[in-house]
């Protein structure tokens, strides 16, 4: 039977000031330490560009979780986001564009 609890985000350095307030239990590692244990109710803050990741068991992630500062620039390394229900990757590339209609 498939693991379907279990998630990993992967480590990425994003440009926001990020704060995070866990409501499930869960594991986070910032820079490159090893993955800590963080109890629901810890805050956790990540200042821009710190590298973090998380990771879930059996319960997926629910947290609150406040980013500011620069919220528009992606980082350069950040994965392409999943299709819901799928378990590919999307590319940008392969997504359709609208195309323009011509008024006839």
């Known amino acids: 039977m ?3 609890g279990r998630r990993t985000r992967p480590r990425l350095a ?3 000031d990020e704060v995070y307030l866990p409501l499930t ?10 993955y800590v244990a963080r109890e629901p109710g810890t805050a956790l803050h990540h200042a821009p560009a710190q ?3 998380i990771h879930t068991d059996a319960v997926p992630l629910l947290a609150r979780y406040l980013w500011r500062g620069d919220l528009h ?7 392409t986001p999943l ?3 799928l378990n590919t990757q999307t ?3 392969t997504t359709p564009q609208p195309q323009a209609r011509a008024h006839t």
């Open 2 to 4: 498939p693991d379907r």
């Open 14 to 16: 994003d440009p926001a």
């Open 25 to 34: 239990g869960a594991r986070w590692s910032t820079d490159q330490s090893p």
């Open 51 to 53: 590298p973090h990741a």
């Open 73 to 79: 620039t992606r980082p350069p390394h950040r994965p």
């Open 83 to 85: 299709k819901p229900g």
């Open 91 to 93: 590319s940008a590339t």
